[in-house]
């Protein structure tokens, strides 16, 4: 059998980045540059000619050096995207989605691409029931049956026609040479490789994949995908139609639908409905952006299939009206908590796919409603949770409008990248797959996972009484959180941009790190270090070690907010645009191993 991801012996990044950065976004026909000084992943940088903050300092470097030889913002972002679909496999790829908001300079206008995985034209709100009742979730997340159609190679497509500078081949290289000549492995892959491990080794494309030789991959050792290498290979020759028309969508299609189980296994993996058909007919959607105006700046996020538009949209708005910067820390974080809480309630009952349900975006982002749910919120008391919704199309203060809709799980490895360009174009990216590994199943002879982000619909209504707006349907994009956000000043223009992975803690980690910059005053960097609580509407707050072990919880405690611990929430990245007309790059210190943030040039002038 063909070994697929191959183990060397330790090299150091240096060496791996020599060989991605060469010449990484030249025509064939031009000569390669020398190589650059290999990158050191740091967390903050700053300077001119274009930023670029990943999880990863290969990916990082990527977009880096595709602005370098004159790419836009667009460009560096897709080229990141393709480089974090070899070292980031568990997070994202092209057998996933995600949401892609883009500020144009020129036009001083925000755009965003709905790239959201959709079901197979053969789905009903049945399609995780069994006999009437839910199928176990497990077997939901490692099946067939949990894969919807990928819409990330659509949305490098549909964003590069729109507003890139580059093709889509010239783009894919760095990443395929990427993942033909390896990159090296550290603590955090080796983990989530281990967390994975039972369910690689019952796939047989996965087990020869990502356990070489049996084994876990050790940190520093360099791990090569040569079948993804000849996937990208295949789209920059015959573009992304050869994976919803052609070959790689029969492969695909293939797999869903007879996942290949080593013999012996006892994991129970459920075959999907997913067609042909259904790959041929997707398509992307250009949507308008939500947009909210928070402390004279304007917020822009992502709109329905995603709720973090909404959800941050309406915490903003509710906010509003209490001056943050002022409160102590207990107040800050009791006030975010509520917020939160609140945005949580009424997205479980208003938010799902637009093309499927009356989702009330006007009502949800309009400053009269959130008063009407701010009022809830009382200085000396917690709310307590699930809390019912109100209703933004007659909205009445203080008013609910039925029962609670309980916060469904969503898978937490997501990726988020965000660039800006030498122009002031910038873009802010989160992909994913889903859970950590996503279905746990590759696509034989491709090199790529596939999503289970259909796990991200309702399995069944939590109360039958209770509309539920994000049951499966035929073609329907599961509700997500991804929360990819740009703030832009009264001139329009760009402030800062951010997002992060981390399932329905997006959200609130999108609300904790804006309001900590514009509100408390932090760099972005520290904004972005913070330790994290995230409020989804449950009776308990998750709080990171951080908070847990401060005096802070037990302050928070006497209003009667309960908690629990988790130990990582998120890995946000942003870029924002100093005073002085640089950009600076901001990403994880601690989280996931530390993010990579990189500028074009450090020093010089614009």
């Not at 836009?72 to 070292?87: I, S």
């Not at 949507?287 to 941050?312: H, I, K």
Request: charge should be neutral; include cysteine; glycine fraction near 10%.
């Amino acid at each position: 059998m063909r070994r697929r991801f191959v183990r060397h012996a330790p090299v150091t990044v240096a060496v791996v980045l020599a060989v991605l950065t060469a010449g990484a976004s030249a025509p064939p026909t031009q000569p390669q540059a020398p190589d650059p000084a290999p990158p050191v992943k740091e967390p903050v940088a700053a300077g001119y000619g274009g930023a670029v903050a990943s999880v990863d300092a290969d990916a990082s470097a990527v977009g880096i050096e595709v602005l370098r030889r004159g790419g836009n913002a667009v460009d560096a972002a897709v080229a990141t995207a393709a480089a974090l679909g070899v070292t980031e496999p568990y997070s994202a790829g092209i057998g996933g989605g995600g949401y892609f908001v883009y500020y144009d300079a020129k036009q001083r206008r925000v755009h965003t691409v709905d790239g959201r995985e959709t079901a197979p034209r053969s789905a009903d709100a049945t399609l995780f029931q069994e006999n009437g009742k839910p199928i176990p979730f497990e077997e939901g997340v490692t099946s067939g049956l949990g894969v919807g159609t990928p819409g990330t190679p659509a949305t490098w497509d549909t964003a590069l026609a729109a507003w890139g500078s580059r093709p889509l081949a010239q783009l894919l290289k760095p990443a395929e040479r990427l993942a033909r000549n390896g990159f090296v492995v550290d603590e955090t892959f080796r983990s989530q490789t281990r967390a994975n491990e039972a369910r690689f080794r019952d796939f047989p494309a996965s087990a020869e994949l990502f356990l070489p030789g049996g084994r876990l991959p050790e940190p520093g050792s360099v791990m090569k995908n040569p079948d993804l290498a000849r996937t990208y290979a295949e789209i920059g020759r015959k573009g992304t139609g050869v994976l919803y028309r052609g070959a790689v969508a029969r492969d695909i299609v293939d797999t869903v639908r007879a996942p290949e189980v080593r013999e012996g296994a006892t994991r129970v993996v459920r075959p999907g409905d997913l067609t042909l058909r259904d790959l041929a007919s997707y398509e992307t959607v250009r949507r308008y952006p939500t947009r909210v105006s928070y402390r004279g700046l304007d917020v822009y996020g992502m709109a329905p299939s995603s709720s973090g538009g909404t959800s941050v949209g309406e915490a903003l708005n509710i906010l509003e009206g209490t001056d943050l910067s002022g409160l102590s820390e207990s107040k800050y974080l009791h006030r975010f908590i509520e917020a939160s809480r609140i945005a949580f309630a009424d997205r479980g009952r208003w938010v799902g796919d637009p093309a499927f349900e009356d989702v009330p975006v006007r009502g949800l982002l309009s400053q009269r409603y959130a008063d009407t749910r701010a009022c809830l919120i009382r200085d000396d008391a917690a709310l307590t949770s699930p809390l019912a919704p109100g209703d933004p199309r007659a909205p009445r203060p203080c008013a609910s409008a039925g029962r609670a809709a309980p916060t469904t799980y969503e898978g937490e490895n997501t990726t988020h990248l965000t660039v800006a360009d030498k122009w002031g174009n910038v873009v802010a990216y989160t992909l994913t797959i889903e859970s950590t590994g996503g279905s746990g199943i590759t696509v034989p002879g491709r090199g790529f996972l596939l999503n289970n982000e259909l796990t991200d619909f309702s399995f069944a209504p939590a109360d039958p009484a209770v509309h539920d707006p994000n049951l499966p349907g035929p073609g329907k994009r599961p509700r997500s959180s991804m929360s990819p956000t740009i703030v832009l000043d009264d001139r329009a223009r760009p402030v800062l941009a951010l997002g992060s992975p981390g399932g329905a803690t997006i959200i609130t980690t999108a609300l904790q790190t804006l309001t900590g910059v514009v509100d408390r005053g932090m760099p972005l960097v520290d904004a972005i270090a913070a330790p994290r609580a995230s409020q989804r509407n449950q009776p308990t707050t998750e709080l990171e070690p951080g908070l847990w072990n401060s005096p802070l919880r037990a302050e928070l405690q006497a209003l009667g907010h309960a908690f629990r611990q988790n130990p990582e929430i998120g890995a946000a990245t942003g870029v924002q645009r100093l005073p002085d007309g640089r950009w600076l790059a901001a990403a994880e210190k601690a989280r996931r191993g530390g993010g990579s943030a990189m500028v074009v040039r450090p020093s010089g002038a614009p």
